[in-house]
T-cell receptor, first 114, second 113 residues
């Protein structure tokens, strides 16, 4: 089936250090999935962080980057230098071309410590 | 621009009770989604509408869950006879057909004891 697997549980990183949250996907019924990272800051709703709809392309936002790697079926989220304000829960997701449904990973809770 | 609004924010029920959740999508968005998010899981689609029509409700437990969007704007998700397994956050989201961005509300956190 269609699914997303990402770094699970909690991740703690010191401020100014680099971050990578792994995401791999399976898209057996979706030929060319669209890939997303969503984020939920404390007290807020889920919001789009970045998206990539073409294999081989890179998306970026707020210092975060992710590259759509179709061969490896991966979409890892990276940031070179995290800040306390990046503390949030991050979700990797995929959808079909018509955006009719999103398949989400279980989420990764990031805590950035000063 | 107002975002997706949901109410109530929290609900606590005993098993067997009924509850309704309400969602007001972003004005002009024709597509509305309801997701269920159990603790420590990602959101999972229950049902989605385009205008007032149900497009996909295949994941909606039809014996106890129902969802309507009668005028193609606001929507109500109802659970009849709640079970402990329904404990989760219920998220409403909306988008404009063909747009890549889906906007989520803050959710309703339901606890069934």
């Amino acid at each position: 089936g269609d699914s997303v697997t990402q770094t699970e549980g909690q991740v703690t990183v010191s401020e100014s250090k680099s971050l990578i949250i792994n995401c791999t996907y399976s898209a057996t019924s979706i030929g060319y999935p669209n890939l997303f990272w969503y984020v939920r800051y404390p007290g807020e709703g889920l919001q789009l962080l970045l998206k990539v709809i073409t294999a081989g392309q890179k998306g970026s936002s707020r210092g975060f980057e992710a590259t759509y790697n179709k061969e490896a079926t991966s979409f890892h989220l990276q940031k070179a230098s995290v800040q306390e304000s990046d503390s949030a829960v991050y979700y990797c997701a995929l959808s079909n071309t018509g955006y009719q449904n999103f398949y989400f990973g279980k989420g990764t809770s990031l805590t950035v410590i000063p | 621009e107002a975002g997706v609004t949901q109410s109530p924010r929290y609900a606590v029920l005993q098993e067997g009770q009924a509850v309704s959740f309400w969602c007001d999508p972003i004005s002009g968005h024709d597509t509305l989604y309801w997701y269920q998010q159990p603790r420590d899981q990602g959101p999972q689609l229950l049902v989605y509408f385009r205008d007032e029509a149900v497009i996909d409700n295949s994941q909606l437990p039809s014996d106890r869950f129902s969802a309507v969007r009668p005028k193609g704007t606001n929507s109500t998700l109802k659970i009849q006879s709640a079970k402990q397994g329904d404990t989760a956050t219920y998220l409403c989201a909306s988008s404009f057909q063909g747009d890549t961005e889906v906007f989520f509300g803050k959710g309703t956190r339901l606890t069934v004891v």
